[in-house]
């Protein structure tokens, strides 16, 4: 892990001063950039004492390595790392668990809408292996709009034993695949919940899928054969919130 990371976007730099300023080591404004989008951000870095310079926007460019930074870019410590430990420590607190589970997810732009999803569902907590998965690099706290920040994300050694963890504290498991016992909306989704999602293209791996207590399909009507991971845990989640606020 490198010693200090690059974050940049609006959402993502503010949702990082204002969830962990103590991570934040510098920015970089866009010179001239002078607006009522920027005010709030510059007066958070200006409370907790973090140097602010300005900048062109190829110098911005440059520290993004190309990313859309609009105009704000900070150096950050990296976030710390949450594994299985932290997870424990964290459902022993929680009376009725929401997850989401991502079996292998490697894109960052995948991972980051993800989280977002996760974070306007209500979700506790992230779940991803620690190999064969993306961390939280600076694409996804971009990606994510802040929700990188504020969702934990816990990267376990074995998500086989996690997954049968969980169900040992009383977690259903529900997994998505294309060969389900049934079709999502007929699933209950209530109660102490895991939601898991496999990787882009291959879905749940063969390990992960015989460890969910249920398959679910999302029913698809077009000619399509499947949704990218990000918009199907969408859909996934949303079903979840909309049975749990029934």
Not at 22 to 36: S, T
Not at 37 to 45: E, H, Q, S
Not at 53 to 63: H, I, P, T, V
Not at 123 to 138: A, E, F, Q, W
Request: aromatic share 4%.
């Amino acid at each position: 892990m490198k010693k200090q990371d690059m974050t940049f976007g609006l959402h993502a730099v503010e949702a990082v001063l204002k969830n962990s300023p103590e991570r934040v080591i510098e920015m970089w404004v866009l010179q001239g950039r002078d607006d009522a989008r920027l005010t709030p951000i510059l007066a958070m870095a200006a409370e907790w004492g973090v140097s602010v310079q300005y900048a062109s926007r190829k110098a911005l460019d440059e520290k993004s390595d190309g990313g859309q930074h609009q105009g704000v870019v900070a150096k950050v410590k990296p976030a710390k790392i949450l594994s299985d430990n932290e997870l424990s420590a964290m459902l022993e607190k929680t009376e009725v668990p929401f997850l989401l589970i991502l079996d292998g997810v490697t894109d960052p732009h995948n991972l980051g809408a993800c989280l977002r999803n996760a974070d306007a569902a209500g979700v506790h907590g992230v779940i991803v292996p620690k190999d064969n998965s993306v961390g939280l690099t600076p694409v996804v706290s971009k990606v994510a709009c802040g929700a990188a920040e504020v969702v934990p994300l816990y990267q376990v050694t074995n998500l086989a034993r996690t997954m049968r963890s969980l169900q040992e504290k009383g977690i259903w498991i529900i997994g998505a695949a294309g060969e389900a016992d049934c079709e999502l909306y007929q699933a209950s989704l209530t109660g102490p919940l895991a939601i898991a999602m496999g990787a882009e293209g291959k879905g749940l791996r063969r390990l992960s899928r015989e460890g969910c207590d249920t398959l679910v399909s999302i029913p698809m009507a077009g000619s399509v054969s499947s949704l990218n991971v990000s918009v199907a845990t969408g859909v996934c989640l949303f079903e979840a919130v909309r049975q749990r606020l029934a």
